[in-house]
């Protein structure tokens, strides 16, 4: 049967371990919406006992039967009504008002009404707009609300008062006046809350009022200069809800037949915020996703897509697992676009990737917070104190922020310079950036159309007034080298470049990053440019980082910038030895003091003289390796052997104490019954019970001696891992030495590897990976992660504290802390499965620890430790090791 219901018996207790879970019992009945597509998975129902809604393991329970309709008490509970229509209509003639004291209506006095001009709504935070687009709203409050948003309306406390007769009833006329009286000021609202705000001043040039807005066509859209399909083909279509009510539709049949979800819950969905590059369609009410940016939220788990409004009404269960396949979109064609063909040489492309990448920042350059506080100044403020006042402000702005808006206005104000070629005064540019820099937060957005122009000024007054437009005077470039007196070889560059240590001609950019990284600064290396034959990219060691520097060649010269004065790379370098190349660069302070040799260990006598040299240190290498790697896989396995009895362990603890729990309520229950049983029977009675305690002192002894034999094993499985890891380091090197040794030898003396490999034993000796325990798959490509103290132990923080930290960063990201409750105490907060965990540090006899484990002599030795094994031991839900310490953790880009 595909309808109905199906009921379920719970068979095993089961406490919720995530926030979409439920408890259920033994003994409990789950009513379940039909059809159920996975019985041994996970599924979505109620609990008749509790009425409680969420997941349970479907392996807890057991079919019991089916039944087509439920009595009225035991069907699942539905989301409160809407308010409903009393038949009286009050003056309006189209509205109806009622008053509800019910806690799921938040004591608002809610209005059922249409909306025409866009209204926030406060539970899905996007506008409620078009054709017969329905509401509540509240009559003391103001808020309002989707009526499939209306729903726990108690989180939204209602406290404003009502306004006066006389402002509502105007409020009141201008809420429900019909689009084709519009304004241009009318129209620019409705732009900015369907998000195509960016094309308010094209709209505001072409003076488009209500009744113009209504007769726009593909062709007049096109005369506005308006020539993107995308963009074109959203604004028509929301022109037409807006009107209609009635746009195009096309229903998805991807999550046809899926179990819905209780209106008012998101389905257990994972919804982001999403910007689409094209146009896509609603799962849910198969409408257009309105806008050019931010258009819904799509499920990272499933695909689901849909407006935000339509994520509350009773969308499809997610099935936890991809149904909708990623579709390519317009991002995909990238690695088909040639950067050197002749379209892409205009600044308008430039400057329209520069506005997209500014728009879909989550957080606008000037902050949301901070845009009424700009405004504000520049209406009350005397004019000669806005450049404090202003600076002030962007001086509280994130560092991020300030640094980016810096750039962009210094960048501005040199296009502005030459404003008599491009025609793009400062005026100009603030009227094409202010939309994008300095916007409100969403339910404002509509305050940019009365602020527009206040925001231009803002911008232009910032452009135009800044200390970069005291920077005039352009670089200094570099002299020309003086005219040596020495009498140097008539030998040509190529040849003198050859000969030079830091010359490694044709290498890939990660080997030389690898051979540079531990350098010290001034060490340097010059390389084949891939991007232009007949270049050379210069790489320098400077503060800690490497530095790319491009070596142009035009006309038979070489440098750095125009123009080109050396007459060699050699002649170049070699000016460079003794100066600083912060002629070039201002930032670079730095002199190329130690050439980097291509192959190490290399000398005088031996290089690139004698292969047998190097087939010799190839052959010790590849035996040290095979020796290491035999050593690697051997504990590697011992390893594995060991986690497994560790896991076994765990089982068998879990049943002992279960049997323990089991004989104690054995011995409860016959206490209760020796008070009552008469006195024959009490000696019986009596054996029994001490039979009981027996039992339970030998299920004691055997914890016991499990919980030692596994403290023995963890320290030994600790012991073995850190062996390993003290190998690893050694089998990287030698690894890259062998790849070296392999290099010079191929590239250098022309011989085959397969022959290489077959003087040496390597033959046949390659490994499976790390299946076998080889580290190569494993560590090989590993990025170096620092995980002293300093990165990840912090004083005293509350568990709210530390999930502001971790909550944005990468998974497996962790701090310490100590406890704000329990001092001297600390807790591990750790972001995993997309949520933070807080994990207490035990402290006992042997040091710190999880659980009874404690056998870390400090808290860096316990970080060391599970930052290469796995917390899975402690808890099966987390698979994952302490990754990245929060100081140098990633932030999340899913």
Sequence with gaps: MDSGWAQFRVIYSYQPRDERDIAIREGDIMVVAKPVSDPTGWLTGENTRTKEVGEFPATYVEYIGDVEELPQEEKPPTPPPRPPRPARR???????????????????????????????????????????????????????????????????????????????????????????EWDVNDVLVWLAATNHFLYAEVFRENEITGTKLRHLT???????????????????????????????????????????????????????????????????????????????????ECGFQ????????????????????????????????NMDDEEWRNPHCVATVLKMYLNELPVCVFTEEKYLSFIKIFRDENRDALGKLFMDLIESLPPENKSLLMYLLRHLYKVSQSVEWNDMSSRKLSSLFAPILLRPNPQHITAMVANHDTAVSIIDFLISNGEWTKENTPPVPPRPPRPSSLTTPTHSSEEKLQDCPWYWGHTDRETVSERLKDQEDGTFIVRDSRRAPGEYTLTLRKGGMNKLIRI?????????????????????????????????????????????QKYEDEDDEGSLKDNNIYIQKLRRAHEEYMEKSDNY???????????????????????????????????????????????????????????LKHKKLEARGIVITLEKELTNITEKTRVLNKRMNGIKPDIIKLQRSKQQYYFVLTTEWKMDVERLKLAIGE????????????????????????????????????????????????????????????????????????????????????????????????????????????????????????????????????
């Design 90 to 180: 009050n003056a309006g003639g189209n509205n109806s008002t009622r008053t509800d004291s019910n806690d799921q209506t938040g004591d608002h006095s809610l209005t059922e009404t249409s909306a025409l001009k866009p209204v926030w709504c406060c539970q899905c935070e996007d506008f409620i707009w078009g054709a017969g687009s329905q509401l509540y709203r509240c009559a003391i409050c103001d808020l309002a609300w989707h009526p499939q948003c209306a729903v726990e309306l108690s989180k939204f406390p209602c406290k404003i008062l009502k306004k006066d007769s006389e402002e509502a009833e105007e409020d009141y006329i201008r809420f429900v006046a019909n689009p084709d």
């Design 306 to 337: 849909c407006h935000k409004k339509c994520m509350f009404d009773s969308v499809v269960v997610c099935p936890r697992r991809r149904v909708r396949i990623r579709r390519e979109n317009d991002a995909d064609g990238a690695k088909d676009v």
């Design 218 to 300: 593909d062709t007049s859209l096109n005369q506005m200069n308006i020539s993107d399909n995308f963009h074109k083909q959203s604004i028509l279509l929301a022109i037409q809800e807006l009107f209609t009510g009635e746009s195009e539709t096309k229903i998805s049949e991807v999550f046809s037949g899926f179990q819905s979800a209780q209106r008012g819950t998101k389905g257990n969905h994972l919804p982001k915020e999403q910007n689409f590059t094209s146009l896509h369609w609603c799962d849910k009410c198969g409408k257009c996703l309105w806008g050019l940016f931010k258009q819904g939220v799509l499920c990272s």
């Design 633 to 691: 896989e051997k504990i590697h396995n011992e390893c594995v052997e060991l986690e497994q009895k560790i896991t076994d362990y765990h089982e068998e603890l879990d049943a002992q104490r279960e049997i323990m729990k089991m004989i104690e309520d054995q011995m409860v229950l016959h206490e209760s019954y020796h008070k009552e049983a008469p006195p024959q029977n009490r000696a019986i009675l009596r054996q029994n019970f001490d039979l």
């Design 552 to 596: 142009l060649f035009k006309d038979g010269f070489y440098g750095f910038s125009e123009p080109l004065t050396f007459s060699s790379v050699v002649e170049l370098i070699n000016y460079y030895k003794t100066r600083s190349l912060a002629s070039y660069n201002p930032k670079l302070d730095i002199k190329l003091e130690t050439p980097l």
């Design 763 to 894: 033959e046949g000796s390659e490994r499976s990976g790390l299946a076998n325990g080889n580290p190569e798959e494993d560590i090989y490509d590993m990025p170096q992660v620092d995980i002293s103290e300093e990165q990840w132990l912090h004083g005293t923080l509350t568990r709210e504290e530390a999930e502001s930290l971790l909550i944005d960063k990468e998974e497996g990201t962790f701090l310490v802390r100590e406890s704000a409750r329990r001092r001297g105490e600390y807790a591990v907060g750790l972001k995993h499965g997309g949520e933070v965990k807080h994990i207490a540090v035990n402290r006992g006899p042997g040091g710190y620890g999880f659980a009874n484990y404690t056998n870390y002599p400090t808290l860096k030795d316990l970080v060391e430790y599970y930052h290469v094994n796995t917390l899975q031991i402690h808890n099966p839900g987390l698979d994952t090791t302490l990754k990245f310490p929060l100081k140098s953790a990633p932030l999340n880009n899913s």
